[in-house]
């Protein structure tokens, strides 16, 4: 906890001030939690000091909060290219992101609990710059970085506005922002910082970055999911669904627990950021979250067991191939038996190496 507020100091993120009647006054508290790499060991023991952002009031406290965030499928291309280019990846943990981003708006928050200087309810904090909790701290976290990569010669991406790259000559650096993880490479060594550390775990994504490619699995994921529903003694599965099942709302099926069942299906679907083997199938589960049956959660619990038999399965760019980039389509008849809609296929590779993919329910 001092730690956290020694870097407060640092950052000038606020100064005490006499409590004012007139204006709002933000709560605070602390949220403690462990930082664990891909092998569930811990990598250290984080305190952070958090605002109460539902004590905000629009208008008031703050205006605009839309932040830019990195889109996955820019992800999988920043790691397809870089593959494709044959350099390394580097990651970049910026201690205490949030509290760099200046703040547009006059703010006041409480002493942080169990730190408060006497006499306690006479000073509060007038922020100077932005705080974990805030509903303008991600904008405001963005716009201060992007202006200082701009500053430095960096250049923005006109569609991806969260790719900045920098050239010097034949080389070239890329970053890639989501929020405060920030990822980077360069196809010239000069640029590479020791202070950094080589990309193997992002966004809940396993990146092993070899030789003659990259891989990108959710291997630790998928065993949590197993652990957390209950699926660790039960049998695997060659198939995630019965070829010639036909699912429908099941009107005289028995009711199940809708919580867990909407739990299930949000695990499920982040899951398919690296497993396009099962995008149709979770897509056809989720289609049931308003009123799920028993038949609908075995039908689910069955992609579980599927997983459970290939956990490490994920997806591989190599460096060799081409890079041009092209799409593929396809559709059913009115497959869906409860509004009899067609389901819609899609895919996009750069060369060999898949980069996005989606399958929609449509209007015929």
């Known amino acids: 906890m001092q730690e956290e507020l020694n870097q407060f100091e640092r950052n000038n993120v606020w100064e005490l001030v006499q409590r004012l009647t007139h204006h709002n006054v933000i709560g605070t508290k602390w949220v403690l939690r462990n930082k664990m790499n891909e092998d569930a ?38 790691l397809a290219y870089v593959a494709h280019k044959n350099f390394v990846v580097y990651q970049m943990d910026v201690n205490s992101a949030f509290l760099n981003g200046l703040l547009e708006e006059e703010l006041y928050v409480e002493q942080p609990p169990e730190f408060e200087k006497k006499p306690i309810g006479n ?30 010669g960096f250049t923005k991406g006109k569609v991806d506005r969260t790719l900045f790259r920098i050239h ?81 709302m099941d009107a005289d099926g028995k009711a199940i627990d809708l ?21 149709y199938v979770v897509g056809v589960c989720a289609r049931f979250q308003s009123a799920p049956k028993e038949s609908h ?28 980039l092209i799409g593929y389509s396809d559709s059913d008849y009115a497959g869906c038996r409860v509004d009899r809609k067609s389901t819609s296929g899609t895919c996009q590779m750069l060369g060999n190496r898949l980069i996005s993919w989606s399958a929609r329910n449509k209007i015929l």
Request: charged share 25%; glycine share 8%; proline share 2%.
């Open 41 to 78: 060991s811990v990598v250290r023991n984080k305190a952070r000091l958090v605002a109460k952002g539902y004590c905000h009031e629009e208008g008031i406290d703050f205006d605009e909060t839309f932040a830019l965030v990195a889109r996955l499928e820019a992800m999988r291309m920043f």
């Open 123 to 152: 000073k509060v904090y007038k922020l100077k710059k932005a705080l974990y909790g805030l509903k303008q701290a991600p904008r405001a976290w963005y716009d201060t970085l992007s202006q200082f990569l701009l500053d430095n």
């Open 168 to 248: 010097d000559g034949e080389s070239i650096l890329l970053v890639q922002i989501y929020v405060d993880d920030i990822i980077f490479g360069s196809t010239n060594s000069k640029f590479e910082m020791s202070m950094m550390g080589e990309l193997t775990f992002f966004l809940g994504l396993q990146v092993k970055q070899m030789q003659d490619g990259t891989f990108i699995s959710q291997t630790k994921y998928t065993r949590d999911l197993m652990k957390k529903f209950g699926m660790e003694d039960k049998s695997s599965v060659k198939i995630h669904m019965n070829t010639s099942a036909k699912m429908d």
């Open 259 to 279: 919580t867990k069942y909407r739990a299930l299906i949000g695990s499920l679907l982040y899951l398919t950021v690296s497993r396009p083997d099962i995008t």
């Open 297 to 324: 959660m075995t039908a689910t619990k069955r992609i579980l067991r599927y997983l459970k038999g290939n956990q490490e399965v994920g997806l591989w760019y190599p460096k060799e191939g081409g890079f041009k």
